[in-house]
């Protein structure tokens, strides 16, 4: 079938993106789910700093790529062997799929699965397939997902349903930055009853670890951003205490853990140097390939310190994405106050520049 969705051209190429777009609004061919596939019609999709990292080259992909991994629709069709999701169910996209069978898989997410990983560096669907093509060169698949489009073929593995009662802009943020930053906050942080939490950058990811944490009624929560638009909003959010880095230095604040979630070697350093002995600093931001951080050995061990890196929150979709919509269903987890803006597929390489300079905490793409 015949889709419209946003193709990166090249990567790397100068800001601003609005001028020197990299990616392309297109018509492209959509071939048809086969066994444990099913075709979802897109309704909303997040842009995220992972579709960034492609574009300015800190994640590289093979293009032409069409972008997009986290998104919310309906399913229209299934393939050969896909029994437990129905035409018609609302559907969230999850990055990483889950093969049940290797290693990673046995680690009850701390670990990333490795077919999942494999297909997705390769820009192939989880069991080898590609179903994407324009004037009949093949287009690659973005995380298993490229949901900045009408429609998306993915794997079974890659879908969690939802009830209809979950919106679409809420049920697409579920799947990566609520996914990613709550889900450091309860499997990797999980934090004891009083222990403080500190939460260092401020975007989609980091908001969501913070509403988190204050959902399961942690201690202290300290936001930590450069913006004060984001300090502001996280106050609002119901941190107790929001301040710059500067300030955490100055103050010499210091917290049970730290969730590092800006993917930036200072913002790493600022999560480290706070947190108090005996904590974890847990880091889910991905950095440029060459970033380095200066940390002290002597500090893990005269502290008894663990550092923990934490992907697609150390979550198990299946399980983790129905407990926030459950939290957000009982007013717990406000994930419509993580949206910054509501945009068209158009705006996607202004989005990109939005993103890159800080601005946006979540833009939402409504198809």
């Given at each position: 079938m015949r889709i419209t969705g946003a193709v990166l051209e090249e990567i790397g190429r100068p800001r601003p993106y609005a001028g020197s777009t990299p990616i392309s609004v297109t018509e492209l061919e959509l071939g048809d789910p086969g066994p444990s596939e099913l075709r979802v019609r897109?309704?909303?999709?997040?842009?995220?700093?992972?579709?960034?990292?492609?574009?300015?080259?800190?994640?590289?992909?093979?293009?032409?790529m069409l972008l997009g991994h986290e998104a919310a629709g309906?399913?229209?069709?299934?393939?050969?062997?896909?029994?437990?999701?129905?035409?018609?169910?609302?559907?969230?996209?999850?990055?990483?799929?889950r093969c049940g069978e290797c290693a990673g898989c046995a680690t009850d997410g701390r670990l990333p699965c490795a077919a999942g990983t494999a297909a997705n560096n390769e820009g192939r669907l989880l069991h080898g397939s590609r179903h994407l093509t324009r004037d009949g060169e093949p287009v690659h698949h973005h995380l298993?997902?490229?949901?900045?489009?009408?429609?998306?073929?993915?794997?079974?593995?890659?879908?969690?349903?939802?009830?209809?009662?979950?919106?679409?802009?809420?049920?697409?943020?579920?799947?990566c930055a609520v996914l990613t930053g709550g889900g450091a906050l309860l499997n990797a942080v999980a934090p004891g009853p009083g222990e403080s939490v500190m939460v260092v950058g401020l975007g989609g990811v980091g908001m969501a670890a913070l509403l988190a944490a204050v959902a399961v009624g942690a201690g202290e929560v300290v936001a930590v951003d450069t913006l004060q638009a984001k300090l502001d909003l996280a106050l609002e959010l119901g941190a107790d205490r929001a301040l710059t880095p500067d300030e955490v230095a100055e103050q010499g604040v210091r917290t049970s853990h730290a969730i590092e979630c800006a993917g930036h070697p200072r913002a790493f350093e600022t999560a480290f140097a706070a947190t108090a002995p005996g904590g974890r600093t847990v880091t889910v931001g991905l950095p440029d390939p060459a970033a380095r951080a200066q940390v002290s050995p002597l500090t893990l061990t005269a502290e008894a310190r663990t550092v923990v890196g934490s992907y697609l929150g150390s979550a198990v979709p299946a399980r983790d994405i129905p407990r926030f919509a459950q939290w957000w269903r009982e007013g717990r987890l406000p994930v419509e106050r993580l949206i910054s803006r509501r945009i068209r597929l158009e705006d996607i390489n202004d989005a990109m520049d939005e993103l890159a300079d800080g601005r946006a905490v979540r833009q939402v793409i409504v198809i």
């Open positions: 897109i309704e909303a999709a997040g842009v995220c700093h992972s579709d960034l990292s492609v574009v300015d080259g800190n994640r590289v992909r093979p293009v032409p309906r399913v229209e069709a299934v393939g050969a062997g896909v029994t437990d999701v129905a035409v018609g169910q609302r559907v969230v996209m999850a990055f990483l799929p298993g997902v490229s949901g900045f489009a009408t429609h998306a073929v993915v794997d079974r593995a890659s879908v969690v349903p939802v009830d209809d009662d979950v919106p679409p802009e809420v049920a697409c943020v579920l799947g």
